[in-house]
């Protein structure tokens, strides 16, 4: 398997909603308008690829000088535990810039995995709860 990976690199919000569905990631994957929105006003969108297959995505919410918030990390079931999600991290972080803390919200499955690629757990975060 030969993963290339992308950046800033055009998608569409069906390829997006695939890939949600692939990985199991809980988004909003049959709102296509809204998945383009989500695109559209993503600063950094990292894509990987297996030939014309969408296997993974980073996709994350910037300034480029302190924070970079991870809002997506999605890799289709069929490609986890190869890399991709560690690679698709660290492609976001080199896009951010070494001034910025990188930042995420782990869905509750998830909560082992995102330590064993660098992040520490943080206890001083809240949040709003989006409303739809």
């Known amino acids: 398997m030969k993963i290339e990976y992308k950046v800033n690199a055009a998608i569409t919000p069906l390829q997006m909603s ?3 569905k692939a990985s199991g990631l809980n988004r909003p994957a049959e ?3 809204r998945l383009q929105r989500m695109i559209d006003h993503a600063d950094i969108l990292i894509t990987a690829w297996d030939g014309n297959h969408l ?3 980073a996709r994350a919410i910037t300034d480029f000088s302190y924070c970079c918030y991870l809002s997506d990390l999605a ?3 069929h490609y986890q535990k190869s890399g991709i999600g560690r690679e ?3 492609l976001v972080q080199e ?3 070494k001034e ?3 930042l995420l919200l782990s869905s509750p499955i998830a909560m082992e995995y995102y330590p ?3 992040f520490e757990k943080a206890d001083n975060a809240f949040k709003i709860p989006r409303e739809k």
């Open 116 to 118: 064993r690629i660098g």
């Open 55 to 57: 296997a993974g995505i």
């Open 31 to 33: 709102d296509l308008p």
């Open 18 to 20: 695939k890939l949600f």
């Open 75 to 77: 890799v289709d079931k």
């Open 100 to 102: 910025t803390a990188l």
């Open 95 to 97: 896009q951010a810039g």
């Open 88 to 90: 698709l991290t660290r």
